[in-house]
Nanobody, 118 residues
Framework: QVQLVESGGGLVQAGGSLRLSCVVSGRAFSRLFTGWFRQAPGKVRELVVATNWSGSSTSSAGSVKGRFTVSRENGKNTVYLQMNNLKPEDTAVYYC???????????WGQGTQVTVSS
């Protein structure tokens, strides 16, 4: 079992930055992929960035490349999403998710709202 708890959302002006945190608990960390998804009102949930536990393999959506960065803090089992140069179109509920052993995104956090004002 894997549990995920996000934090760090909020309201920010366009061009600003936010850092989201996802505390991961459970086991088998070395077999995990973690990802950040977002869902804006009326839109489907989309994958923003995904990484393996070691950080050696990362993929990002084209819309956030160069602006969003994922990182992990070993001792705290925490995955971060650093979001810079935020745009109004980044407004969404952001979710942390985990895929254990490549079987799919089976584990989800509760989501955190990010609102970017113009």
């Amino acid at each position: 079992q894997v549990q995920l708890v996000e934090s760090g959302g909020g309201l920010v002006q366009a061009g600003g930055s936010l850092r989201l945190s996802c505390v991961v608990s459970g086991r088998a960390f070395s077999r995990l992929f973690t990802g950040w998804f977002r869902q804006a009102p009326g839109k489907v949930r989309e994958l923003v960035v995904a990484t393996n536990w070691s950080g050696s393999s990362t993929s990002s959506a084209g819309s956030v490349k160069g602006r969003f960065t994922v990182s992990r803090e070993n001792g705290k089992n925490t995955v971060y999403l650093q979001m810079n140069n935020l745009k109004p179109e980044d407004t969404a509920v952001y979710y942390c998710a985990a895929d254990l052993d490549g079987i799919g995104w089976a584990y989800w956090g509760q989501g955190t709202q990010v609102t970017v004002s113009s």
